[in-house]
């Protein structure tokens, strides 16, 4: 199983949107090419939103981790933000703990990823405007 990680949390909520819609579309393209994968954002967005549960890092961590560990490789989304996120960080030092082989998703995909950020921090923008 592919561990697929990506950059969340963020002050401005239609990033977070953004990011999540990122995610997906990678796991769309994943579960397109037969490849098995979980995301913890596209698994939890939508239940973390609905419940009220908090978005950060630190409260996911011990999940996060406890499927890391069931995973053959961890793959990171290297879309903005990545760099800076504490998850990630935090995942790539347990997958090397690990053994487990990290992987960053080519940069074409990051360009495309991206883009889908940015649209869909576009649309939140107009509806709050309507």
Same mark, same amino acid.
Request: aromatic residues 8%.
């Given at each position: 199983?592919?561990?697929? *990680?990506?950059? @969340?949390?963020?002050?401005?909520? &239609?990033?977070?949107?953004?990011?999540?819609?990122?995610? %997906?579309? !990678?796991? +769309?393209?994943?579960?397109?090419?037969?490849?098995?994968?979980?995301?913890?954002?596209?698994?939890?967005?939508?239940? *973390?939103?609905? @419940?009220?549960?908090?978005?950060? &890092?630190?409260?996911?961590?011990?999940?996060?981790?406890? %499927?890391? !560990?069931? +995973?053959?490789?961890?793959?990171?989304?290297?879309?903005?933000?990545?760099?800076?996120?504490?998850?990630?960080?935090?995942?790539?030092?347990?997958?090397?703990?690990?053994?487990?082989?990290?992987?960053?998703?080519?940069?074409?995909?990051?360009?495309?990823?991206?883009?889908?950020?940015?649209?869909?921090?576009?649309?939140?923008?107009?509806?709050?405007?309507?």
């Amino acid at each position: 199983m592919i561990y697929l *990680a990506s950059p @969340y949390t963020h002050k401005d909520k &239609a990033t977070e949107e953004g990011r999540y819609h990122a995610a %997906m579309a !990678a796991c +769309a393209s994943y579960a397109e090419n037969g490849e098995h994968v979980y995301s913890p954002i596209v698994h939890w967005h939508n239940i *973390a939103n609905l @419940y009220d549960l908090p978005t950060d &890092a630190k409260f996911w961590h011990d999940h996060n981790m406890h %499927m890391l !560990a069931k +995973a053959d490789s961890l793959h990171i989304l290297n879309i903005d933000g990545y760099l800076r996120s504490k998850g990630i960080q935090a995942e790539i030092s347990e997958a090397k703990r690990l053994g487990i082989p990290v992987l960053k998703v080519n940069s074409t995909y990051r360009e495309i990823c991206n883009k889908i950020v940015e649209q869909v921090k576009v649309k939140a923008s107009l509806s709050k405007k309507q």
